[in-house]
């Protein structure tokens, strides 16, 4: 059986599609999947064992460069591509108008979130078989909800498994280390430098180095800044997607902002505390085993504000003391 995936963004949306391909993989072992997936992420489908290839789109760069997408033909070879394959069908998992859209080019019955469910409801007119799949859960329950209905397997218990294996990633014998994930893309989002670099002194006081990674020239110079004279906190080189998934999978535990970085650990199995100060953490935190999250509590928290700082009250005594339990856990002795 051959299905044609939409999931396009984020980064934290992809993932959360992982344990959906696991469930249908071992109800159907012959599914095969070709995922459609925004060009920045197109390294973390091919990383399951149910994706036969991954199909980049590259829908905000065409929204931008309209004029040179199509005199350049990217879109009509993308639009072949699906066309080339014969596909039984066709699952639209992320419920929006643009990823209805393309479902389109699969020539075969589409099947996605009905109206109560969808994001976008007006995304169901392109649907053949909508589904109910209710909305106070996590993104995860969600997504296996609607690939079960879709494909017709009953819905396994349990926590979701995406599909991914930390020790086929990890660097062997590596040095124990704990990776701050500072890195996010709303202001709101940031905890404070300052906390950043108390917690990596609170740290290092009981012999743990730290690592900062880092995706561009700001996240950069915001590392440098919270390593700035701390021996044993290392900035690392840039690398790409899978260079990053290697140094989360090979570290001891992160510390993560919400931010896409912080599902990839978590889909890697490693252990995370996880900072929530605009966002909450109940319907798209940090999902899988060793997983901890800390709200922010002042006035300005929780209401998805972008701009508007609320940490403050997130301190990094308080990290510090669930990072070190989470440590202390009989599988990380």
């Not at 072992?29 to 995922?35: A, E, G, H, L, Y």
């Not at 993308?78 to 014969?86: P, V």
């Not at 995304?123 to 109910?132: E, G, I, T």
Request: net charge positive.
């Amino acid at each position: 059986m051959r299905v044609l995936l939409i999931k396009t963004t984020s980064m934290g949306d992809v993932i959360h599609t992982l344990p959906a391909l696991t469930d249908a993989l071992a109800a159907l072992p012959d599914v095969r999947f070709d995922w459609v997936v925004e060009e920045g992420f197109a390294e973390i489908p091919a990383w399951h064992p149910a994706v036969a290839q991954v199909i980049p789109v590259a829908i905000r760069r065409w929204r931008r460069q309209l004029l040179k997408t199509l005199l350049s033909g990217e879109f009509k070879r993308f639009r072949q591509r699906l066309l080339e394959q014969q596909y039984d069908l066709v699952i639209d998992a992320q419920g929006l108008l643009k990823s209805a859209w393309l479902t389109r080019y699969g020539r075969a019955p589409v099947a996605g979130f009905n109206r109560e469910s969808a994001r976008e409801p007006i995304a169901c007119r392109f649907y053949d078989r909508a589904y109910f799949v209710p909305a106070e859960q996590h993104a995860i329950e969600r997504v296996r909800q609607l690939f079960s209905q879709a494909l017709g397997y009953p819905l396994p218990s349990g926590l979701g498994d995406y599909g991914l294996s930390r020790q086929q990633l990890a660097a062997p014998d590596a040095e124990p280390y704990l990776l701050f994930l500072h890195g996010t893309t709303w202001p709101s989002k940031h905890w404070p430098e300052a906390y950043w670099r108390e917690l990596a002194e609170r740290m290092l006081a009981f012999g743990w180095p730290i690592r900062l990674p880092w995706g561009n020239e700001q996240e950069k110079a915001r590392a440098e800044r919270i390593a700035e004279g701390l021996a044993g906190v290392s900035v690392l080189p840039r690398s790409n997607l899978a260079g990053i998934a290697k140094v989360i999978a090979s570290a001891r535990a992160c510390v993560a902002v919400d931010t896409g970085l912080g599902h990839l650990a978590a889909a890697l199995d490693v252990p995370t505390v996880s900072l929530y100060g605009p966002t909450l953490p109940g319907k798209v935190g940090a999902y899988g085993r060793g997983q901890v999250h800390l709200c922010a509590s002042g006035p300005d928290a929780g209401k998805g504000d972008r701009n508007k700082p609320c940490f403050d009250d997130l301190t990094p005594e308080r990290v510090a003391q669930e990072l070190k339990q989470l440590l202390r856990t009989p599988e990380m002795i």
